[in-house]
Every structure is written in structure tokens, then in C-alpha cells.
């Protein structure tokens, strides 16, 4: 039997949207473990497919209960699934996240979400020294068909400090994250074919995290790092 994103899993959280407190959700504790249990399937299944074509050593699915602690939103559960899995470090460097959630809000998103200040600066000075191998990437039409042909992520309002805003790759410089989302439906995400699809969709990323993988473990001369 093909593992699936079981249909209680959006119901559920559409419930606790609307009843966001513990004694709502210990009631239905033994439930939502129920559900968690046939969701971690989906992730170790997704697991699976990507070491068939690339190094992962871990899947990290994220605890329902929220930090409220310095948060002004003082609900305390999650009200969907988030989950990451992480590529074989130092050599390969990204990483893939899986972001289960009703009314259409679910999404997959891969690349870097808060590079270290050592990577930032490496992956600018990349973009400031020859932009033309990124472009290409990012032009590509099988690779755009899936991720788009832009970054999305926060980023600085016109140049880092020590970079010209007039620098024809300040585009690129300027990001804080170098990070690709792709949106599913609630019917999509119930679909047979939803693991099929975000494992080819995370395997199309490919090019853009071989091309950082070299970036980030070499200098700017090329000289190896590790």
C-alpha cells in the first residue's frame, strides 16, 4: 500500500485552528498521535527517495507544541506539520523542508534559510566576482519550471556593507536567504503522487546545490576548504 497524507491530517488541523488550547487538544491527544504516526511514514518515505539521489543523513519532523515565550501569538500548538531533512555536511551544503498545513497554505521549500555569516559573505563575494553561472542555473527552463527563476527570503534594502549598489549583481548580493518555495493544494497534497512530486521537485534543485556545495567549500581561488 503506497503511503499517503491521510485526510484527517487537514481536518484535524482546521479544528485546532479554531480550538488552539490545551484542554481542547489533550482531549483529542491519543488522535493527533495517530495522525503524527501516519505523517512521519510520509516523511521517512521522502526520506527514503531522496538518498536515492542525493546524501541525506537525517530527517527532522518538528513538534506540534509553539515556543510562546517571546512570541506575541500566545497560541500553544502548531497548526500544521513542518519537517526538514539535511544533507550530508560539510561536502553538500542545502537543505530541503516539507510544510504540511490546510486551506492551501502546505509548501516545499530548499536552499539556504540562514546561512552562517562566513557563507553569506562567501556566496556574495561568488556573485560579486562572476554572476554568469548562477543566471544560467537560475534560466534554466526544466529547473525554473519547477522553482521559478528568482530567490525569495529577506534581504538588505540596497548593498551590504562593502558592496556597490551599483554592482549589476546587487539582485543577488543584496539577499539575506537564497531560498526556493513551491505551494501545493489541499487536494495536492492528499494525492497519491504527492511524495512522487516533491521528491522530483527537490530532485530538480540539483544544479543550484552542487553549484553552492562548490561555492562554499572553496575560496574565491578555488582552493578546497575542507
Not at 497548526?79 to 553538500?92: A, D, E, I, Q, Y
Request: aromatic content about 14%; hydrophobic content about 35%.
Amino acid at each position: 500500500m503506497s503511503v499517503t497524507v491521510p485526510k484527517e491530517t487537514l481536518d484535524f488541523f482546521r479544528k485546532l485552528e479554531k480550538n488552539n488550547n490545551r484542554d481542547w487538544f489533550n482531549e483529542r491527544k491519543k488522535e493527533f498521535k495517530s495522525i503524527e504516526a501516519e505523517v512521519k511514514q510520509v516523511y521517512n518515505t521522502i526520506f527514503n527517495a531522496l538518498n536515492t539521489h542525493d546524501e541525506i543523513d537525517k530527517v527532522k519532523m518538528f513538534r506540534i507544541y509553539r515556543d510562546v515565550r517571546f512570541s506575541k501569538n500566545k497560541d500553544p500548538y502548531k497548526t500544521h506539520f513542518g519537517g526538514s531533512f539535511h544533507r550530508t555536511k560539510p561536502r553538500l551544503r542545502g537543505g530541503y523542508y516539507l510544510h504540511i498545513q490546510p486551506n492551501n497554505e502546505s509548501f516545499i521549500a530548499t536552499g539556504f534559510w540562514e546561512p552562517a555569516p562566513a557563507d553569506l559573505l562567501r556566496i556574495r563575494k561568488e556573485f560579486e566576482m562572476d554572476d554568469s553561472e548562477i543566471r544560467e542555473i537560475l534560466a534554466n527552463k526544466k529547473f525554473n519550471s519547477v522553482w521559478g527563476d528568482t530567490f525569495v527570503g529577506d534581504e538588505v534594502k540596497t548593498a551590504p556593507k562593502g558592496f556597490n549598489k551599483e554592482h549589476k549583481a546587487i539582485d543577488l548580493i543584496k539577499k539575506k536567504q537564497y531560498i526556493f518555495t513551491k505551494k501545493y493544494t489541499d487536494k495536492e497534497v492528499l494525492d497519491t503522487n504527492f511524495i512522487k512530486d516533491v521528491n522530483e521537485s527537490f530532485k530538480a534543485i540539483r544544479p543550484y546545490f552542487d553549484y553552492m556545495s562548490d561555492v562554499l567549500t572553496t575560496d574565491l581561488n578555488g582552493v578546497s576548504l575542507i
